[in-house]
């Protein structure tokens, strides 16, 4: 079955970096386009970054461009998003997505805060 692992999540200040990955298995990889999402309290989750299958395509919302890059590791199944100059508006849960066939999967999320 589709299983999807995030990690990489926690406290940082306004301005620092972090890097979180998405170990995927029980399907096909490389065939299939990633996405990440966050959803910060009281809000609605919202699609943060996406990329095509290969990783030649990628497509960011307005409110992360220039600071966030979405890549690909085909051969370890794993998917990551790199985070700099972060924000308190930045602070959410993190999920890695898969759309596949109709359904949708999700991992269990990752928290990251932006504090001082």
């Known amino acids: 079955q589709v299983q999807l692992v995030e990690s990489g999540g926690g406290l940082v200040q306004p301005g620092g970096s972090l890097r979180l990955s998405c170990a995927a298995s029980g399907f096909t990889f490389r065939n299939y386009a990633m996405n990440w999402y966050r959803q910060a309290p009281g809000k609605e989750r919202e699609l943060v970054a996406r990329i095509t299958s290969a990783g030649s395509s990628t497509n960011y919302a307005d409110s992360v461009k220039g600071r966030f890059t979405v890549s690909r590791d085909n051969a370890k199944n794993t998917v990551y998003l790199q985070m700099n100059s972060l924000k308190p508006d930045d602070t959410a849960i993190y999920y890695c997505?898969?759309?596949?066939?109709?359904?949708?999967?999700w991992g269990q999320g990752t928290q990251v805060t932006v504090s001082s």
């Open positions: 997505n898969l759309m596949k066939v109709g359904l949708t999967y």
